[in-house]
């Protein structure tokens, strides 16, 4: 389990990321979503305890950041945004380096490598140089890294930059799978529908300032004071809008192109059923009826102002 | 290094060594109608080519080969990835010099078949040979450990190597300069026939340090061992300061690092009255009347062993406004970050170093049997206190002054440059000599010199001079650090507002 708890970071009279607080268990995929500088990457470096926080703290499995750093590099995989591989070096012998690294027993590297380029699909390329991938495989090849030692937690910075689309749906793939291998994982990512299609929970970030985190539903309930519905006819819209207007419940309706009118409610979904019901009652020839969904880019638009520190 | 290169590159240094070995050859030995005596002589001499050249080889080789290390990681993004590992930064450091390391043993190797001919012929003995390659490890270790240091600080591979040769060159002179000053006991200059283990220090004057050994009370020490010793404490220095680069955050590297400087600077003060107080007039001819007074070592030691301070000090003092908090102003004396790095324990860092550096000096003259200082050598010691409060008071201004902790220590290296030898550069241009100096020439003398900070240095007999020059220089540093709280109070309203 990882508890950050209220950590903050300040350069000075500038404070990078301002107590960010927020508790995950295993199997949570945690989207950091933010405009650049926003703190997201520095709150990731400070878990992986590669910056000091000027004040807070980040608890992973009982390991503190600032009291035992040295257990809790052992139980994360950092993915930072850049690749940073070495050249001349075959992929097998990168991960062999990294496994070293963490301390992995050598007898059981081989092993370990073939299943973490087999997760990755990567096993064909175990004697390319690294220097030959592709991104979309570097990116993986990074991932596999993270993976060698079987960390509790992944921090993953903007994995899926620069990525065609392809490659971006089969590491988004991966990351859902590690999330049901019972891993944490942070993902940061300026892609917003990606991050919603797999994360189960994530945190918005601005200045510094963890505006809301929690499930993605439960942030777009929040934030959501009114359904918004679109009814289609073959009557006048500006009609339709204006007979709309006066049910209960209704907050708004306005005609939005020529044949639709798109309505702000405030019922559930009982008093919706009731909305077409009197709709169609008044005669009105209705052919298509629909809720627009918010997002978590129409979430995080409405509570950003894009401010940077 | 991997695939053909390397393969290349060695080749093509036997070659070039073989090349070299078969001309001195044709040209001195192969030579017909040669005595036997000549002949010797002539290998003797093949045998010491040889030698130099691999010690200048071993100057540029291992620098070269190491000055990149860390900044290459850094560059390709790689450190951060292995720094996110639960590495310590002195396991990555040594691996990496082993690594660098292996390969300036490899030269030396490759040597070997060269060198081996002179052995064969008669010029030199294996135990000459072996020696001498040894000493020249010794300095590669030297040379490697210090490129490491400088790959930690820089963030461009080719300036990490444009520095390293820097520093090489600094250090080939400086050694050089103390080699040559033991050279005159080997000839039976000084007061023994023993040269301090100084000579070993120098890859040009290995020949001369080969055989060599110091007397240590009666016991007659190598001055191998002696180097090999000195080798180990400047490595552990220089990597050190380079884990410290590496892990900022590390309060025990931080700490460990401070603790070294500590010892570091009492054994040099306790080591300079040792070594040059029985032999030094012998050596330079003086007479015994102006042999030192073993007393004024109390004080002029002391006030030499932070002359180094004075040169690192643009290091010390200054701190950035960017990057961690670390650097950030944490207080302004404070005994409880004394070790920690921050600016809070700067200045009671410094004066504990100049305190252990008089220490040393103290208890080394002591040992040597020198007298113990009188009463009023006391107020001359407000000189390097002063000394230490103006440079910390001029780096705390300038890092306030400066965005940059670069830019800080930039011009603080440059302001204690135009300190240091703008006095006597005007003085020289205008051919002028210090008023206390009596001279025969008609050079006019000039009290200007007394606005040079380190004229109590050479005035040694004026203490009351350096008393006055410690008051007005605490004074001066504590306005500078005044001027700097100000500097810093504004600057951080201004981002506020902005903000």
């Known amino acids: 389990m990882l508890e950050v708890k209220s950590l903050r970071k300040e350069y000075g009279p500038l404070t990078a990321v301002k107590g960010v607080s927020f508790s995950l268990n295993p199997g949570d995929i945690f989207g950091f979503i933010g405009s650049n500088g926003a703190g997201k990457t520095t709150t990731i470096k400070m878990i992986a305890t590669l910056l000091e926080p000027t004040s807070g703290t980040a608890v992973l499995n009982g390991a503190d950041i600032l009291g035992d750093p040295m257990e809790v590099r052992r139980q994360i995989g950092y993915m930072p945004d850049f690749f940073g591989l070495y050249d001349e070096v075959r992929v097998w012998e990168y991960l062999d380096f990294f496994a070293a690294l963490y301390r992995v027993p050598s007898v059981d590297r081989p092993g370990i490598i073939d299943n973490v380029l087999e997760l990755t699909d990567l096993t064909v390329k175990k004697g390319a140089f690294v220097q030959s991938l592709s991104r979309g495989m570097q990116q993986r090849l990074c991932l596999a890294r993270c993976l060698v030692h079987d960390p509790a937690l992944l921090l993953l910075d903007e994995p899926a930059s620069g990525l065609d689309p392809r490659a971006r749906a089969e590491l988004k793939e991966l990351i859902a799978e590690l999330g049901r291998m019972g891993k944490i994982v942070i993902v940061s990512s300026h892609i917003l529908p990606e991050l919603a299609d797999f994360c189960n929970s994530v945190g918005i970030i601005e200045r510094g300032e963890l505006l809301a985190c929690g499930p993605v539903e439960d942030i777009i309930q929040s934030l959501q004071t009114a359904r918004c519905l679109m009814l289609k006819s073959l009557s006048d819209p500006v009609e339709l809008a204006a007979f709309i207007e006066r049910l209960p419940l209704v907050q708004s309706a306005r005609s939005h192109d020529a044949t639709s009118v798109a309505v702000e409610f405030l019922g559930g979904l009982e008093e919706q059923a009731d909305l077409l019901d009197a709709v169609i009652r008044q005669g009105y020839r209705v052919v298509g009826y629909s809720e627009e969904l918010v997002d978590l880019e129409d979430v995080f638009l409405r509570l950003t102002t894009g401010a940077v520190n | ?499």
């Not at chain 2, 045998?47 to 100057?59: E, K, R, V, Y």
């Not at chain 2, 007397?215 to 050190?240: D, H, K, M, Q, Y």
């Open chain 2, 1 to 499: 290094m991997r695939g053909s290169k390397p393969f290349w590159i060695f080749t093509a240094y036997v070659l070039c060594l073989c090349f070299i070995g078969v001309w001195t050859y044709w040209t001195s030995i192969g030579r017909e109608g040669l005595s036997l005596s000549s002949a010797q002589s002539e290998l003797t001499g093949f045998f010491n080519s040889l030698i130099i050249m691999l010690g200048a080889a071993i100057c540029v080789i291992s620098p070269a080969l190491t000055a990149t290390a860390i900044v290459a990681e850094r560059q390709r993004l790689s450190l951060d990835l292995v720094l996110s590992a639960p590495v310590e930064p002195k396991y990555l450091l040594v691996g990496k010099m082993i690594s660098s390391y292996r390969y300036t043993w490899m030269l030396l190797i490759l040597a070997l078949p060269i060198v081996a001919m002179s052995v064969v012929l008669g010029g030199a003995t294996w135990k000459d040979v072996f020696s001498c390659f040894l000493l020249l490890s010794f300095h590669a270790m030297i040379f490697t450990s210090m490129a490491l240091l400088i790959s930690t600080f820089v963030n461009k591979p080719a300036a990490a190597v444009i520095y390293s040769f820097i520093g090489v060159a600094i250090y080939v002179v400086a050694s050089s300069m103390l080699a040559a000053t033991a050279l005159p006991f080997s000839f039976g200059g000084g007061a023994s026939t023993h040269p301090p283990f100084t000579i070993a220090l120098s890859p040009f004057f290995v020949l001369q340090a080969v055989n060599s050994s110091m007397l240590i009370g009666s016991v007659e020490v190598p001055n191998w061992l002696l180097a090999g010793v000195f080798t180990l404490l400047l490595c552990r220095l220089f990597l050190l300061g380079a884990a410290v680069n590496l892990a900022p955050l590390d309060k025990r590297i931080s700490a460990n690092l401070r603790l070294t400087g500590l010892l570091y600077t009492f054994g040099l003060g306790a080591l300079i009255p040792y070594s040059i107080h029985p032999a030094m007039p012998a050596v330079v001819g003086a007479s015994p009347e102006l042999a030192p007074d073993p007393s004024l070592y109390v004080l002029n030691i002391g006030l030499g062993s932070i002359c180094w301070l004075f040169l690192g000090s643009w290091m010390l003092f200054t701190y950035g406004r960017t990057g961690s908090r670390r650097f950030w102003p944490n207080g302004h004396f404070s005994l409880r970050h004394t070790l920690d790095g921050t600016p809070a324990g700067q200045l009671p860092y410094a004066l504990l170093l100049v305190g252990s550096g008089l220490l040393g000096a103290y208890l080394g003259n002591r040992w040597v049997g020198g007298d113990a200082p009188s009463d009023s050598y006391a107020p001359g010691l407000l000189w390097p206190v002063g000394f230490v409060v103006l440079a910390w008071g001029l780096g705390h201004l300038l890092s306030a002054a400066c965005r940059e902790m670069k830019s800080a220590r930039a011009f603080h290296f440059c302001a204690e440059m135009v300190i240091f030898f703008g006095i006597p550069l005007l003085m020289s241009v205008a051919r002028t000599a210090p008023s206390w100096v009596k001279t025969d020439s008609d050079m006019p003398t000039s009290g200007l010199w007394y606005l040079w900070p380190f004229a109590p240095l050479i005035d040694r007999g004026q203490f009351w001079l350096a008393w006055a020059y410690g008051v007005v220089m605490i004074c001066i540093g504590l306005w500078f650090k005044l001027w700097a709280v100000n500097l810093e109070g504004r600057r951080a309203r201004e981002l506020s507002y902005a903000g």
